[in-house]
């Protein structure tokens, strides 16, 4: 069935430093790719998406590319601050707007 | 602006005892749904509703009950609950157009079943 693999976290790094977390996908078909954020204590809130192949999502310095090949969505970020700390979940989605397919999730750790 | 509002955030229940997590959202949204997660499984889909009027199971459903009466409002009802359902439990609801997969979180709430 259609699922997503995140690298295991924690992943701990200093301020300033730069993050990748690994997110790959088994899906029948093309799906539409999601970061998902979870601060301590909240509900996870959209951090950004991509919908097809080559698209390259973005948003308060993360990215993400859509990559058919590999079948991965990567999350990237050029500089890490202590308040990106929290847990990041990729998820996919079909043209069925009716379910999300979660990752495990990573959680980061960025200390000054 | 509330979003969506979960109630309670922690609960401690006794195997066999029954509770209601309750869920309310005041964006009009005509999706709601139900998740738990639960360490190294990231969050699965308990169930969900589009509509008034309207639910179906999502991917982990057994031992859960959901009704939906109106658009603001989606319990989800534990019937005799089992150490198994010791969880953090989340509430979601976004709009259902095709192509919009934004959901919008509650803070979960934290159920212990001992």
């Known amino acids: 069935g259609d699922s997503v693999t995140q690298m295991e976290g924690p992943v701990t790094l200093s301020e300033e430093a730069f993050l990748t977390i690994n997110c790959t996908y088994t899906a029948t078909g093309y799906p539409s790719l999601f970061w998902y954020v979870q601060y301590p204590g909240e509900g996870l809130q959209l951090l950004l998406k991509?919908?097809?192949?080559?698209d390259k999502g973005s948003n308060k310095g993360f990215e993400a590319t859509y990559r058919k090949e590999t079948t991965s969505f990567h999350l990237e970020k050029g500089s890490v601050q202590v308040s990106d700390s929290a847990v990041y979940f990729c998820?996919?989605?079909?043209?069925?707007?009716?379910?999300?397919?979660f990752g495990a999730g990573t959680r980061l750790a960025v200390h000054p | 602006n509330a979003g969506v509002t979960q109630t309670p955030k922690f609960q401690v229940l006794k195997t066999g005892q029954s509770m209601t997590l309750q869920c309310a959202q005041d964006m009009n949204h005509e999706y709601m749904s139900w998740y738990r997660q639960d360490p190294g499984m990231g969050l699965r889909l308990i169930h969900y509703s589009v509509g008034a009027g309207i639910t179906d199971q999502g991917e982990v459903p057994n031992g859960y009950n959901v009704s939906r009466s109106t658009t603001e409002d989606f319990p989800l009802r534990l019937l005799s609950a089992a150490p198994s359902q010791t969880s953090v439990y989340f509430c979601?609801?976004?709009?259902?157009?095709?192509?919009?997969?934004?959901?919008?979180f509650g803070s979960g709430t934290q159920l212990s079943v001992l």
């Open positions: 979601a609801s976004k709009t259902d157009r095709v192509g919009n997969e934004k959901l919008f």
């Open positions: 998820a996919l989605s079909f043209n069925q707007p009716r379910k999300l397919i």
């Open positions: 991509a919908t097809k192949a080559d």
